[in-house]
């Protein structure tokens, strides 16, 4: 069984700080650095938008420019876990977010392996 997990989304003011955590297991993620892992988010009726990735080995990392110096993924491999640390949130960032692990090119592209159910966050402005 493959499991993404997330947690620690929740209801938080403009220009607060938020950290989202999500944790792999099941046979597949064995390996964990067998895979880049990545952030996306999703409003009811909007795309799938792509956040941030980082790459198998953690050397390289992107990010949307919307999110960009706001926004820090790193992964654990001890503990097989993906984070998000989002400072300076803003009303926009509201949305679903997801992780999901793939290939760097596929996270990239807007696509994924392996997606977990997601974590609500929501910005009051």
């Known amino acids: 069984q493959v499991q993404l997990v997330e947690s620690g989304g929740g209801l938080v003011q403009a220009g607060a700080s938020l950290t989202l955590s999500c944790a792999a297991s099941?046979?597949?993620?064995?390996?964990?650095?067998?895979?880049?892992m990545g952030w996306f988010r999703q409003n009811p009726g909007k795309e799938r938008e792509f956040v941030a990735v980082?790459?198998?080995?953690?050397?390289?990392?992107g990010y949307a420019d919307s999110v960009k110096g706001r926004f820090t993924i790193s992964r654990d491999y001890a503990k097989k876990t993906v984070s998000l640390q989002m400072n300076s949130l803003k009303p926009e960032d509201t949305a679903v977010y997801y992780c999901?692990?793939?290939?760097?090119?596929?996270?990239?592209?807007?696509?994924?392996?392996?997606w977990g159910q997601g974590t609500q966050v929501t910005v009051s402005s």
């Open positions: 999901a692990a793939g290939s760097w090119s596929l996270l990239v592209n807007n696509g994924a392996d392996f």
């Open positions: 099941g046979r597949t993620f064995s390996t964990f650095s067998n895979y880049a």
């Open positions: 980082i790459s198998r080995a953690a050397m390289s990392t």
